[in-house]
Nanobody
């Protein structure tokens, strides 16, 4: 069973940047797609960005031009570079990997954007 562990969350001021990382306990090549989701208090969990094994990327409209997802199959990591952060980006961010009919989730990391 592959485990996904996120890191890099924290408190940042509006306009600042953070880089989230998701480390897998095994090869991420098994995942046809990986993504970052976020859930704010009282709201549903939404897709932020995703990337396929072949490198196709997809972003939520709210983060286009500000966030960049990247996948390193040699280091078995998934990253999310977040720039120009806004208070509305405050949420728990979770890493996800899809392997056939199975899905794997990390435990999540808190991102708080506040002055």
């Amino acid at each position: 069973q592959v485990q996904l562990v996120e890191s890099g969350g924290g408190l940042v001021q509006p306009g600042g940047s953070l880089r989230l990382s998701c480390a897998a306990s095994g090869s991420i090549f098994r995942f046809s797609a990986m993504g970052w989701y976020r859930q704010a208090p009282g709201k549903q969990r939404d897709l932020v960005a995703s990337v396929t094994r072949g490198g196709l990327r997809n972003y939520a409209d709210s983060v286009k031009g500000r966030f960049t997802i990247s996948r390193d199959n040699t280091k078995n990591t998934l990253n999310l570079q977040m720039n120009s952060l806004e208070p509305e980006d405050t949420a728990v961010y979770s890493c996800y990997g899809r392997d056939g009919g199975s899905g794997y989730w990390g435990q999540g990391t808190q991102v708080t954007v506040s002055s």
